[in-house]
């Protein structure tokens, strides 16, 4: 998982230890109200990915991807 | 109704009283229909149980009762004028206050419902506040009270669960700024270029977009806080207690981490009575001072958020007040 993603999931209290990369984002705890306020912590930081966007991600690291593609596009 | 007497203009809370039905109903009772368990909801909402009127039980109904207990908090005083902030009038017409009003044997007074959703008491204080401001009354009560259960799908997961039925009540009369009570500046704003994210059109239910009403609500009520509180005079850090309109436990707590406030900080009454919509507010103010938590001298700072899009914010020094209300069923 990417320092980002881990900082992030931190923020949302949601504890990134143990979680499986290839786990379900609502088995990480990850429904679309918290993909609302993720997206909502990555625009403070200068980075614009839509509830949606985010939303389309199956896994964590199907959304740590979606980060990764996102940040350098800036 | 134009009187010039007495000193001070400025707009001061002096009575709370709310109406709480006294039947829940449980997360578990709920889900079946719904297709998500009980944990979903409570995950969802940080909801457990709502408030529900019973059948025949109507917005007027739990207005009198709110606004008979704000009036015997307040003693004393006839008021001059009764707004109802309500988005569940019990007829498109005629408006719910004047019947409010006959019911809470206030004859005569100008007595209207304001219609700004889970905003509604917000709107209501300040527009309290501008007929007293205008020496147009002395005493103004001021009445939320909604029953968006009648508005929800009862299949639908989003907002089936969030919603309880509930009213709150506040006396306000005019007094000096100083005086504990006291509202400070009131600060409201609305959006409508998009009314579809929260709407209920006549005849159809309720329905909401729940990650962008997530979004809006946090940013709406986490930055209009801050500028009341800044209008005020006040820093966060002065904050007693914070309270925000009850939407969702989930939104509260991300305006809380936005706001930077401690949890112990932010009054929170939504667990066992669900989003009671304009009556969140008192209802969480009259639940934490039946605990003991709210005592006078505290500095309370309210936000709200609702459909609309309407927002605001306001804050006040509690005042010391007799409380009316039967407090078994608010703790």
């Given at each position: 998982m990417s320092p980002l993603l881990s900082e992030l999931l931190t923020e949302l209290k949601v504890d990134p230890h143990g979680i499986r990369p290839d786990a379900l984002l609502e088995e990480a705890g990850l429904d679309s109200l918290t993909l609302a306020e993720l997206s909502m912590l990555l625009d403070e930081r200068g980075v614009k990915i839509g509830q949606d966007e985010l939303?389309?991600?199956?896994?964590?690291?199907?959304?740590?991807?979606t980060l990764t593609r996102s940040i350098p596009a800036r | 109704m134009r009187r010039r007497d007495g000193a001070g203009h400025a707009a001061v809370i002096c009575g709370l009283?709310?109406?709480?039905?006294?039947l829940r109903v449980s997360n578990d009772e709920m889900c079946g229909g719904l297709g998500v368990s009980a944990d979903w909801i409570r995950a969802r909402t940080g909801i457990t149980a709502r408030a529900r009127a019973g059948q025949g039980f109507s917005t007027a109904d739990?207005?009198?009762?709110?606004?008979?207990?704000?009036?015997a908090s307040a003693a004393g005083g006839a008021v001059d004028a009764l707004i109802l902030a309500t988005i569940t009038p019990d007829h498109r017409c005629p408006a719910t206050a004047p019947a409010v009003a006959a019911r809470l044997d206030l004859p005569g007074i100008p007595a209207f419902d304001l219609a700004a959703a889970c905003t509604g008491l917000l709107y209501a204080l300040q527009v309290a506040a501008g007929l007293i401001a205008a020496q147009a009354a002395r005493r103004v009560l001021v009445i939320a009270a909604d029953r968006i259960p009648s508005l929800t799908d009862p299949h639908d997961p989003v907002t089936?669960?969030?919603f309880g039925d509930g009213a709150g009540a506040l006396v306000v009369r005019a007094g000096a700024d100083t005086d504990p009570g006291a509202l400070g500046p009131v600060l409201l704003a609305a959006?409508?270029?998009?009314?579809s994210m929260i709407t209920a059109p006549h005849g159809g239910f309720l329905t909401m977009r729940g990650p962008e009403t997530f979004q809006h609500a946090v940013t709406r009520m986490s930055?209009?806080?801050q500028d009341a509180a800044a209008s005020a005079g006040w820093r966060l850090a002065d904050v007693d207690h914070f309270v925000p309109?009850?939407?969702?436990?989930r939104i509260t707590a991300a305006v809380r981490r936005r706001l930077g406030l401690a949890e112990s900080h932010v009054l929170e009454f939504i667990e066992q009575v669900g989003n009671t919509s304009a009556a969140s507010i008192?209802?969480?103010?009259?639940?934490?001072?039946?605990?003991?938590?709210?005592?006078?001298?505290?500095?309370?700072?309210?936000?709200?958020?609702g459909a609309g899009l309407t927002w605001g914010a306001t804050t006040l020094v509690w005042p010391a007040m007799n409380n009316a209300d039967r407090k078994e069923n608010i703790r």
């Open positions: 939303a389309a991600a199956a896994t964590l690291q199907d959304l740590d991807d | 009283g709310v109406a709480l039905p006294d739990l207005a009198v009762q709110a606004g008979e207990s704000a009036l089936a669960p969030l959006d409508g270029r998009d009314t930055e209009t806080a309109h009850q939407a969702n436990a008192p209802l969480a103010l009259a639940h934490a001072s039946a605990v003991g938590a709210l005592r006078p001298g505290h500095r309370v700072l309210m936000a709200a958020f």
